[in-house]
């Protein structure tokens, strides 16, 4: 059974940085496409940005397009966001999750706890 473990997650002001990472443990493989999304209370979870598992293709939600950059580090199973010029409207649970394939047009396959983003105005 893979785990999806994130870290990074507080509270920053508006403006500011954070950088989220997501670590996978449990598979003996790393080519499986990988993918942040986000979710407020009483909402549907958003697609945030997603990467392929070469690190060469990736997508980006058009709210956060120009302010994220996911990338990976398949030698530590490890995934990133970095998400700069933070907004309050950024604020969410954030979860990591795997796909099943290579490509993140491929179905999820597992998800992560989440972790909480604050932006405070």
């Known amino acids: 059974q893979v785990q999806l473990v994130e870290s990074g997650g507080g509270l920053v002001q508006a403006g500011g940085s954070l950088r989220l990472s997501c670590t996978a443990s449990?598979?003996?493989?790393?080519?499986?496409?990988m993918g942040w999304y986000r979710q407020n209370p009483g909402t549907e979870r958003q697609f945030v940005a997603a990467i392929d598992w070469t690190g060469r293709s990736t997508d980006y939600g058009d709210s956060v397009k120009g302010r994220f950059t996911i990338s990976r580090d398949n030698a530590k199973n490890t995934v990133y966001l970095q998400m700069n010029s933070l907004k309050p409207e950024d604020t969410a649970v954030y979860y990591c999750a795997e796909y099943y394939g290579g490509s993140h047009y491929d179905p999820i396959a597992f998800w992560g706890q989440g972790t909480q983003v604050t932006v405070s105005s």
């Open positions: 449990g598979r003996t493989e790393s080519r499986h496409a």
